[in-house]
């Protein structure tokens, strides 16, 4: 019989079929947990250049790939449907300053869309290639402007929602932006 086990400090949740997968911040890990079977372990690639330091929001793409912000290293981390480690996004493709702190991730279609506190911007890359293509906001507390762009949704008509933790409000972005 497995051990119970706890979560420290979850801050990102999402899940594909069955199961829930948890970024828990207190663990520096992802937490998997089958909701059929109840069986809880920690995500297979979560090792080597994979390895989570702080682990904040999550999502899937439609091909079963995880992605994972990750401020402690300062990149997202991509996962395989599998759970194996795939591969990184850092400072170096997405900053000519070589600044970058993930912190919220959303994916559309080919789009992947990554808040950035650090530019205060989202960041819009195709998920295939990782090449940028748009920006989003800017440093500011005025309409269209971003301030400390924490959380990303994106939902079914394409419009991009963005909570800003230190303005205390969610903005709407239709997808021409």
């Known amino acids: 019989e497995e051990a119970t086990r706890s979560l420290k400090k979850p801050y990102g ?11 828990d911040v207190g663990l520096g890990g992802v937490v998997t947990v089958d909701m059929a079977s109840g069986k809880f372990d920690r995500l ?18 439609t091909e079963g790939n995880l992605y994972v912000t990750d401020t402690g290293h300062r990149e997202v981390r991509i996962y395989a449907p599998d759970g194996s480690h795939k591969e990184n996004i850092g400072a170096e493709q997405v900053s000519k300053d070589k600044k970058f702190k993930p912190s919220g991730v959303a994916v559309y279609g080919d789009e992947l869309y990554v808040s950035d506190l650090q530019s205060h911007q989202i960041l819009v890359l195709n998920r295939r290639t990782k090449n940028e293509l748009r920006r989003i906001g800017g440093p500011g507390k005025e309409k269209g ?23 205390g409000r969610v903005q709407k972005f239709s997808p021409e932006v």
Do not use: C, H, Q, W
């Not at 080597?48 to 793409?61: E, H, Q, R, S």
């Not at 079914?156 to 929602?161: E, F, G, T």
């Open 13 to 23: 949740v999402t899940s594909r079929g069955a199961k829930l997968y948890i970024a």
């Open 44 to 61: 297979s690639g979560d090792e080597g250049k994979g390895k989570l330091k702080v682990p904040i929001n999550l999502a899937f793409d």
């Open 145 to 167: 402007e971003t301030s400390f762009p924490t959380n990303i949704a994106v939902d079914d008509d394409a419009n991009i929602y963005v909570a800003e933790s230190l303005t």
